[in-house]
């Protein structure tokens, strides 16, 4: 019978412990700078140079460009930009390979939604998207 | 005479205690066991089959759900293999980030094993103080990767962060923290009666069942097998630490608790002297090739997960993309000896057996 | 290093002598060294002999290889071919065995007699490529069920499934 009363004497001394629970979703669960979920994205630092989506491995990014609206400036400016929520796996590879930080990441990872079509998110969606941002996105 | 009839008994695909979505068909007659079948296969995605479309870069994500309760192993074991086909030297640093973070992430698993193994034994509280440390854990690990549990932390040639400033401190104080848990664990469960008869002598198998059903883990070890390959067949850093291999030789149930309680023990070992090694500080991502096309041919290496053996077999055509990939999944091994083990068990028995042997249902349906 | 390969290469050469006496010299198709897998000996065999040299490295005394790490199927769009990574634990060793076979036809004997181990598998490697292993006893579609269409691990694979 020793055993088993050791267990309840380790069961009872956990009554003094401090209490642990996070109290979600009445206080948001604190999360590290690193941390990943819903991007952010910034059209004007974009270069359509279609890397992210060459990378994505589920194919979930699509974007359009086209040409600088001001004809002295070559190359292209982003016209759409969609991101698939359904599919998309937050893996963090089109964040690491943007050249110029126009993709990032934020915290935000509430994607829970009544409606799938809220899952595709557009460049405003993605680009209205301004809590939590991550700082360090370049390793 | 009473007279008994067969009768047929099906477990899952959907039940608690097959931890995921595995089916078990029992032909039972009153409470013993006559034939078990197990069904696979409900979370069968063909990663394979995928991956032949992709990138390396891009197959780490996918191995995060293969194991998703140790992510970390299966990214190694395919930044493993790509590496040794390409000769890729790995910059120390970020070895030694890759074993502190495969041995938290052992840590890790072991503890949901514990927690969930006295769940379906009938206890509760284990359940909880397991979720708790492993908590810890998995906020550690987050910090360093960026999520929970699909990190997608490694990369070919070395790992995608250096350790946040103070990580490496953190996890030196989370040692002894674990290490006074894990004797609390021992008071509350290893020496408790209930629990003893339990399982003792539950489930038990032989040494040349073990072997002859190609087991790995603790599921080898605990019948009298010394084989761990981070020992027999050192990869990455294990040779540079001391550490044990648990062994046990009853073969049953407890005796693969024992074995895996005292894993945990290990890892944080192997963890400690990580910390105290690891360069302060250096590169973090090695040379690596900006397309990575490893040469004609094709390589099997294999590591050792907290269930077992994972290996990976890639065939290359010298192109981007593996012209074959394959891992070899170690709870998709282990669940075989199922059906001859439960043959003539009594039924309530069933998930005292199940759960011993500690399987992921992704794992085993790739 | 070099004097690991070294000794790689005669462990090699007499696993080789081994099996030409007891199988004759036709059966072993290659045997090599390789490289890009932690310079693991390999040996390809023909398929008519397959099962016997399988008995013979897992009960010669100088070879043992009672554990079967790994056993999977390839399509090489020529041939199939069916992969075995085994181990040797009381003597700490490792071999790769090979064996090719036809790939409209491709059937190999099962191996589940000499490693258990071998059981599942060998049903996979049946579900994904079609590979018929004969005297298994009891080959099905592990993943994907009897009704499935095709063998999604063939490179000339295209889904026929209606979409359930
Ligand atoms: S996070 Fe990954 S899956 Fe999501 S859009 Fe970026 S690359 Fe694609
Ligand atoms: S990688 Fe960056 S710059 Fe290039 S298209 Fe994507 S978001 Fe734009």
New interface residues.
């Given amino acids: 019978m020793i055993g088993w009363l050791k267990g309840m004497k380790y069961t009872l001394n956990q009554g003094t412990k401090e209490k642990i629970t996070y109290q979600y979703p009445e206080e948001p669960i604190p999360l590290p700078d690193r941390f990943r979920g819903i991007q952010k994205f910034y059209p004007e630092k974009c270069i359509v140079c279609n890397q992210c989506v060459n990378i994505c491995p589920t194919d979930c990014i699509q974007l359009t460009g086209k040409k600088h609206p001001d004809p002295k400036k070559r190359g292209k400016i982003i016209e759409t930009y969609d991101i698939n929520f359904e599919i998309c796996i937050l893996c963090d590879l089109c964040t690491e390979v943007c050249p110029t930080e126009a993709i990032i990441m934020t915290n935000n990872f509430e994607l829970a939604e009544y409606s799938r079509s809220k899952l595709y998110k557009n460049l405003d969606d993605l680009n209205n998207h301004v809590t939590n941002l991550r700082e360090e996105n370049k390793a | 005479m009473l007279r008994t009839e067969e009768m047929i008994l099906n477990v899952g695909p959907q039940h608690p205690s097959t931890h995921g979505v595995f089916r078990l068909i029992l032909k039972i007659d009153g409470e013993i066991i006559h034939e078990a079948t197990p069904v696979i296969g409900y979370l069968h995605r063909g990663t394979e089959k995928i991956a032949e479309d992709l990138q390396y870069t891009q197959i780490i994500p996918y191995t995060d759900r293969m194991d998703y309760l140790s992510a970390m192993t299966n990214n190694y074991v395919i930044c493993h293999a790509v590496e040794t086909m390409m000769g890729i030297e790995i910059p120390e640093r970020a070895e030694y980030l890759r074993v502190i973070a495969m041995e938290l992430g052992r840590v890790a698993s072991h503890l949901v094993w514990w927690g969930t193994y006295l769940l379906d034994l009938g206890s509760q509280s284990p359940f909880l103080y397991a979720f708790r440390d492993r908590e810890m854990i998995i906020n550690l690990l987050t910090e360093l990767s960026g999520a929970r549990l699909t990190f997608n932390y490694m990369r070919i040639g070395g790992v995608k962060w250096d350790a946040p400033d103070g990580w490496i401190k953190k996890v030196q104080e989370f040692v002894p923290y674990m290490r006074r848990q894990l004797a609390g664990y021992h008071e509350l469960v290893s020496g408790n009666e209930i629990f003893i008869s339990r399982v003792k002598g539950v489930g038990k198998y032989t040494k040349n069942d073990a072997i002859a059903y190609s087991l790995s883990g603790a599921n080898l070890r605990s019948t009298g097998v010394s084989w761990d390959v981070r020992k027999n067949d050192p990869y990455s850093l294990y040779d540079r630490f001391d550490f044990d291999v648990p062994v046990r030789q009853e073969g049953d149930a407890l005796a693969r608790y024992e074995c895996r309680m005292a894993e945990i023990d290990q890892s944080l070992k192997i963890i400690e002297q990580a910390c105290e090694q690891i360069p302060s500080k250096g590169p973090v991502l090695g040379k690596v090739p900006r397309m990575i096309r490893p040469p004609k041919g094709e390589t099997f290496v294999r590591i050792e997960s907290p269930r077992g053996e994972i290996g990976c077999y890639i065939a290359s055509d010298g192109s981007k993309e593996p012209y074959r990939i394959k891992f070899r999944r170690p709870s998709f091994y282990n669940l075989q000896i199922l059906p001859k083990l439960l043959k003539g068990e009594n039924i309530a028995n069933v998930i005292a057996i199940l759960g011993a042997v500690d399987i992921v249902l992704g794992e085993v349906d790739g | 290093m070099e004097k690991g390969i070294d000794e790689r290469n005669q462990e090699l050469i007499h696993y080789v002598n081994i099996l030409k006496n007891q199988i004759g010299e036709n059966g072993l198709e290659d045997y090599y060294i390789?490289?890009?897998?932690?310079h693991?000996p390999t040996i390809v065999v023909k398929q008519e002999v397959y099962q016997k040299v399988a008995k013979i490295v897992k009960s010669h005394p100088d070879m043992q290889f009672?554990?079967?790490?790994?056993l999977?199927g390839?399509?090489?769009q020529t041939h199939m071919e069916v992969?075995l990574?085994l181990q040797s634990?009381s003597r700490?060793r490792?071999l790769?065995l090979k064996t090719k076979t036809d790939r409209d036809q491709p059937i190999v004997a099962s191996v589940t007699s000499i490693?258990?181990?071998?059981?599942?598998?060998e049903c996979?490697a049946y579900d994904?490529l079609g590979i018929r292993f004969e005297g298994h006893p009891n080959l099905h579609r592990?993943?994907?069920?009897e009704d499935w269409k095709g063998y999604?691990?063939r490179k000339d694979y295209k889904d026929e499934n209606p979409l359930k």
């Fill in positions: 390789n490289e890009l897998a932690k693991t009672e554990y079967l790490t790994e999977h390839t399509d090489f992969f990574y634990i700490k490792s790769i490693w258990e181990g071998a059981m599942w598998p996979e994904l592990i993943f994907l069920g999604p691990l």
